[in-house]
Each structure stands twice: as structure tokens, then as C-alpha cells.
């Protein structure tokens, strides 16, 4: 019952990111229960990952399907983990004030997507392998769901960075207007003050106490410079404030032109990473094989099978 419990609390999760995703960001943003969320998305993505590699290994053999289950998730795990520090120093440098686990939070989600869409796939995947034999036509199938589930993951990704990420300023913005009020409570104060002042002046000239009057006038003095200290003191807040949202608002462009650029990053490396465990699918007539030798990489293969079709070579 116990298992059964964890196993839901799991899938509640996920659930609760594909349902709402925008109170599930939010969470996160707050840090609120992360470690949690961390957990059961590892779980859940790690699953679906496995069931769509065991059926395309099963293209092949038994072996393959229990390796390729493994590969698959081992694959979008570990290129997560080699890009993720990138990510959050270099966020980190240009004033980012998130955690290492809400970063490692936000890139799982995205990981949790293309695994859920890469199960809501398997099936014409699955189909598709039993009703032909060509093992060409099967490959740029998969590799088809790879690229468009890939891509709506990315994109999910970066809106993700930009809800969590993004919305820093919020808090200086949040203090700039508790001072602001603050400011305006002692500036009603003073006017309060003021008009006691000149009741109290009105009141000594008609009595015609002249060291009353004298008094008073001193306080008026120190009223008037204690609003001269007041006026500048609100100016210099503001020029603070303005500094503080400026220099925050270049930050926040140049975070969000670093998400950018590290998903590149996170797809040159994910790519490479999956030549480099392959095979997935294995080919047909061949042993079982669980890691083929290095052959370069695969953006070199890439241009020696487009020289080797034009002719080039």
C-alpha cells in the first residue's frame, strides 16, 4: 500500500505539471516542496523513457530492448546533468538569486514533457515496427517523434526559465514601494505637525506671548529642515530604486539571452551523447551489440553522408 501511495504521489505530480502548468512553475519558483517534485519527475520521465526505448530495441531483440530501456533515459539524464552547472553559473554571474535544485527543477520538467510525449507516441511507433520491415522507414519514423517531441520540450523549457528566471525584479519593485509608502506616512505626519504648528502660532499671537512665539518659530525651523532632509532623502531613494531595477533589467536580458544560447548547447550535447551510446534501435541481421566502437562524432558523419550523396566524395 506503501508503494502503491509513492506511485501515486508520483503521477500526482507529473499530473500537476501537464494540468496546470503555470501554478506548478510558481511552486517551483517559491521552492516550494522541491526536492519532491525533483523526485517524482526523475521517477515518472525516467518510466516513459524506458517503456519507448524497450520498444524500439525490441525492433531488434530481447538484449536490445533491455538495453536500449536503460540507454534511453541514462541518455536525457546525463546531458542534463553535464549542461546544467552552464546554466546556473552562468546565471548565477549576471544576478540570478535561484537555487541549483530550482534549476535542476525547471530543466526536468522539460525532460518530464518529451518523456510523456514519447510515451503518448510508443503506440504508432509500436505499430508502425510490426506492420513493416523497413528498417529505414522505422528509423526516420523515431527520429521524427525524437525531433518534434525534443522541440516542444526545448520550447517548454524556455518558457519555463522565462516564468522562474524572469520575474527577479519583482521584489526590488516590491521595496521601492514600501519605502515609497513609507516616505508618505511621515511626510502626512509632517504636514500634521505643521498644521498644529501654525494653530499653535495663531493662538500665541493673539495672547501676544512673545516667548511662545519665539519657540514656536524655532520648531518651525526644525520642521522645515527635518522636510528639506525628508524631500532629499525620498529623491535619493528613487534614484536608487531606478539604479537597482536598470541594473536588474540588463541582467534579466542577459539570462535571457544565455537560456537561449544553453539550449543549443543542451542539444549539441544531447545529440552527440546519443551517437555515442547507440545503437538504440539495432540493425537488423546483426549480433546484439551494446555500445558500437567511436566513429568521430556524429555532426562529421552528418557531413560525410551529405558530401557522399552530392558527389563530393
Request: charged fraction near 20%; hydrophobic fraction near 40%; charge should be neutral.
Amino acid at each position: 500500500m506503501q508503494q502503491k501511495s509513492k506511485g501515486i504521489k508520483y503521477f500526482g505530480t507529473l499530473t500537476s505539471l501537464l494540468r496546470d502548468r503555470d501554478s506548478f512553475l510558481e511552486e517551483v519558483k517559491e521552492g516550494v516542496r522541491l526536492p519532491s517534485k525533483i523526485i517524482s519527475l526523475l521517477v515518472c520521465s525516467s518510466l516513459f523513457l524506458s517503456i519507448y526505448g524497450a520498444i524500439i530495441g525490441a525492433y531488434h531483440s530481447w538484449m536490445q530492448a533491455l538495453s536500449s530501456a536503460v540507454k534511453l533515459p541514462v541518455l536525457y539524464l546525463i546531458t542534463l546533468l553535464i549542461c546544467l552547472p552552464t546554466l546556473f553559473f552562468a546565471n548565477i554571474i549576471f544576478g540570478s538569486k535561484r537555487t541549483f535544485g530550482q534549476f535542476f527543477a525547471i530543466v526536468l520538467t522539460a525532460v518530464s514533457i518529451t518523456s510523456v510525449l514519447l510515451f503518448s507516441f510508443a503506440s504508432i511507433s509500436l505499430f508502425f515496427m510490426i506492420s513493416t520491415n523497413h528498417y529505414q522507414f522505422i528509423i526516420l519514423i523515431n527520429v521524427i517523434i525524437f525531433s518534434i517531441t525534443g522541440f516542444i520540450g526545448v520550447s517548454f523549457l524556455s518558457k519555463a526559465a522565462n516564468v522562474v528566471l524572469e520575474q527577479e525584479p519583482d521584489k526590488i519593485r516590491e521595496k521601492s514601494l514600501e519605502d515609497n509608502l513609507e516616505y508618505k506616512l511621515e511626510q502626512n505626519q509632517e504636514q500634521n505637525r505643521e498644521q498644529n504648528l501654525e494653530y499653535k502660532l495663531e493662538q500665541n499671537l493673539e495672547q501676544n506671548q512673545e516667548y511662545n512665539l519665539e519657540q514656536n518659530l524655532d520648531k518651525e525651523s526644525e520642521i522645515l529642515i527635518e522636510q528639506d532632509f525628508i524631500k532629499f532623502s525620498k529623491e535619493d531613494l528613487q534614484d536608487n530604486s531606478k539604479h537597482k531595477l536598470n541594473k536588474d533589467d540588463n541582467g534579466s536580458k542577459i539570462r535571457q539571452k544565455i537560456v537561449k544560447y544553453w539550449l543549443f548547447l543542451y542539444a549539441f550535447v544531447g545529440i552527440q551523447l546519443g551517437w555515442s551510446l547507440r545503437p538504440f534501435f539495432g540493425t537488423p541481421g546483426s549480433p546484439f551489440q551494446l555500445f558500437r566502437e567511436r566513429e568521430g562524432n556524429i555532426y562529421v558523419s552528418i557531413i560525410q553522408s551529405l558530401a557522399y550523396l552530392l558527389g563530393i566524395r
